[in-house]
C-alpha cells in the first residue's frame, strides 16, 4: 500500500511562530518536498474557541508569544458556544478543520498528497497517510478533523486514504510473530468513578463477543485474559507469558512527563516508559488505552512538554501501534467505539483501517458536532504496516534464505571500509545489512547527521543457466535523503531509491562532507 508520511516541526531560530512542513517518505522519488511557513493568528484564535467548547482538559497555548487576534467571521460567534448541540458547533469543527488543511496542504505539500493519491487509485487501494508532529503545543491538536472544503470527508473518515500519526524518533520495530488470533490483556486499574467487576464484564463481553456475524469463518477467533488492578509485577508476569498480542487499559490515568501515568491500585502507578519495556519485549503489537489523556502531553505553565504523551513514548520505545484517547470520553461512546474497533480487527482489518471503521460509527451514532469520532488517535510505528493478524485462509510467507546451494561457482564476499585512516571494515551479510546511528544497525556509524535507520545493503540471487549471480543493492531510508555515491559527475544524492552496487563503488552517509566509505566484492 503506497504510504505518505508529513512531518511538521518549529523553527526555533526564525521566530516563534514559524514552522516548517516537509514530506518524509513518498511512493514517488519526487514527492520530497519542504516548505517553509508562519502560523496564522486566526487558528490560535479558533483553537480557543475549540478547546472552550470542547476541550476537558488544561488549555494548552499555540506559541508564548502570539498575541496577535483576527475575529472570526460574525456568522460563525453568532450562536453561543457553551450550546454544543447547536448548529455553532458543526461550523466551528468544521472551520478549524479546514484551516488546518489550508495550513498544512498548500504549494508543493498539496501537490505531493494528491500525486500520492493518484498513485494509490491507480494500484486500486488507499493511500497509508501518517502525520508526524514534532512540536508538542501541537500535539493536542485534532488533526483527525483536517479537511479541504465544506461537504468532503475529513481526512480520519476518507474512503481512499488511512490516517494515523507516527514518529521517525523511534526505536526498531521488535521481531513480530504472525499470529491468527485475537489475543487481549485486559487490565482495568484504578478509578474511583468506575464499578470495576461490571465494567470488566461489559468490556470481555464486547471485545469477546461472539455473535459478530452469521458467517463465523470470516472472523479470527479472539480470546481475552482480565488482570481487575494488578500490582506492577503481576501485571509483567502475566505478560512475559508472551500469550498476547493486544494490551487493552482502562482505569484511571493522568499526564505525566514520562509517558503519563496509569494507576493500577490507588497507590501502585505505572508511567509509560516503564510500560513500554515490557510491552516491547513480549510482543505486543497494539496498546489500546480506554483512559482519559492516552494522547494527551503533559503540560507546564499551558506549554507542552516535549515527547511526555503516552502514545509517543511507547511508539518511540518501539510499540509497533498505540490507540490512545486525545481528550475525556464518555463511557457509552467508548463502548460503541471499541466493538465497533474490535469487530473489524477480527475481520482481518489492518489497524488503521479499523479505526476508521469504528471512528466512522462513533460519527453516525454521535453526530458529526460531538467530538466523540474526534477523540481516538491512533499513532503507527513507521516501519509497520498495520496488519495485526492473518486470515486463517491465509498462507504464512517466510523471507527465503538468500544463500543459494553452491553450483559450482565461487562465492563472492562482499564488504564495506572506511576510508579514513585506520578505518573499520565490515563484513556485508548475504540478506539485509542495516546501516545506522543507533547500537541495533549491523553498521553503526555513530554521526548527528546519520539517522536511525539510514539505509540498507542487500542482495538478491538469481540462477541463470546453471550460473549463479549474486548481485548487491543499496537502499536509502535516511530521514532527509542524505545518502550519497561518487558518479562520473562527482557525488550525487540518493533520494530514498535502490542502486545496484558495484565493486569499488564510493558512499557517503549523513553529511556530503563526511566519512567516505568502499563497497568491495572479492572472490573467497
Not at 472472523?219 to 485474559?225: E, F, G, M, R, T
Not at 507469558?241 to 501502585?268: E, I, Q, S
Amino acid at each position: 500500500m503506497p504510504s505518505l508520511n508529513l512531518a511538521i516541526a518549529r523553527l526555533l531560530n526564525t521566530g516563534t511562530d514559524n514552522f516548517a512542513i516537509w514530506v518524509v517518505k513518498a511512493p514517488y522519488p519526487s514527492g520530497y518536498v519542504l516548505r517553509d511557513c508562519v502560523w496564522p493568528a486566526e487558528l490560535t484564535q479558533v483553537w480557543q474557541e475549540w478547546q472552550q467548547m470542547f476541550a476537558g482538559h488544561s488549555r494548552l497555548d499555540i506559541s508564548s508569544n502570539s498575541t496577535s487576534q483576527k475575529a472570526l467571521p460574525i456568522d460563525w460567534i453568532s450562536l453561543p458556544s457553551s450550546e454544543t448541540t447547536s448548529p455553532y458547533s458543526s461550523r466551528l469543527m468544521q472551520y478549524l478543520g479546514m484551516n488546518l488543511w489550508r495550513w498544512v496542504f498548500d504549494g508543493q505539500i498539496l501537490g505531493s498528497l494528491e500525486r500520492s493519491r493518484g498513485i494509490a487509485m491507480g494500484q486500486h487501494t488507499r493511500l497509508r497517510f501518517r502525520l508526524e508532529i514534532r512540536d508538542p503545543n501541537l500535539i493536542a491538536f485534532p488533526w483527525e478533523i483536517m479537511q479541504c472544503e465544506p461537504g468532503q470527508s475529513a481526512m480520519s473518515l476518507s474512503p481512499d486514504l488511512l490516517f494515523s500519526r507516527t514518529s521517525t524518533e523511534v526505536d526498531a520495530l521488535p521481531d513480530l510473530r504472525t499470529d491468527k488470533a485475537l489475543t487481549i490483556l485486559l487490565v482495568l486499574g484504578h478509578d474511583q468513578n468506575l464499578q470495576l467487576e461490571q465494567e470488566a464484564a461489559i468490556l470481555q463481553q464486547i471485545l469477546a463477543d461472539t455473535s459478530v456475524g452469521s458467517n463465523s469463518q470470516r472472523y479470527a477467533p479472539c480470546i481475552v485474559n482480565q488482570l481487575l488492578q494488578p500490582t506492577p509485577q503481576q501485571l509483567i508476569d502475566e505478560l512475559e507469558t508472551k500469550a498476547y498480542n493486544v494490551f487493552f487499559y482502562a482505569g484511571h490515568g493522568l499526564p505525566d512527563p514520562d509517558g503519563g501515568l496509569l494507576f493500577l491500585r490507588p497507590d501502585m502507578p505505572l508511567n509509560g516508559i516503564e510500560l513500554a519495556q515490557v510491552l516491547t519485549r513480549t510482543g505486543v503489537k497494539l496498546a489500546v488505552f480506554n483512559a482519559c489523556w492516552g494522547a494527551q502531553p503533559a503540560a507546564r505553565n499551558h506549554q507542552a512538554i516535549p515527547t511526555s504523551s503516552l502514545a509517543e513514548v511507547l511508539i518511540r520505545h518501539g510499540v509497533p501501534a498505540v490507540l490512545g484517547m486525545r481528550d475525556e470520553i464518555a463511557d457509552q461512546e467508548s463502548h460503541s467505539f471499541i466493538q465497533a474497533f474490535t469487530k473489524a480487527l477480527r475481520s482481518h482489518k489492518p489497524i488503521d483501517e479499523a479505526v476508521a471503521q469504528a471512528r466512522q460509527e462513533l460519527l453516525t451514532l454521535y453526530k458529526f458536532n460531538q467530538p466523540a469520532w474526534t477523540l481516538p488517535v491512533l499513532y503507527l510505528h513507521p516501519d509497520f504496516n498495520g496488519e495485526l493478524i492473518k486470515n486463517l485462509d491465509e498462507g504464512i510467507t517466510e523471507i527465503p534464505d538468500t544463500a543459494i546451494p553452491d553450483l559450482g561457482s565461487p562465492l563472492l564476499t562482499a564488504s564495506l571500509r572506511s576510508l579514513t585512516p585506520k578505518g573499520k571494515t565490515w563484513l556485508l551479510r548475504y540478506g539485509v545489512t542495516r546501516i545506522g546511528r543507533t547500537s541495533d544497525n549491523d553498521i553503526v556509524i555513530p554521526e548527528p547527521s546519520v539517522s536511525k535507520r539510514h539505509a540498507e545493503i542487500f542482495c538478491r540471487n538469481t540462477v541463470t543457466d546453471a550460473t549463479f549471480i549474486r548481485t548487491y543493492y543499496l537502499q536509502d531510508f535516511s530521514t532527509y535523503g542524505t545518502t550519497w555515491f561518487l558518479g562520473l559527475n562527482g557525488w550525487q544524492q540518493i533520494l530514498r531509491e535502490e542502486v545496484p552496487l558495484k565493486s569499488g563503488m564510493q558512499l557517503k552517509f549523513g553529511s556530503a562532507r563526511g566519512e567516505t566509505w568502499e563497497f568491495m566484492i572479492e572472490d573467497s
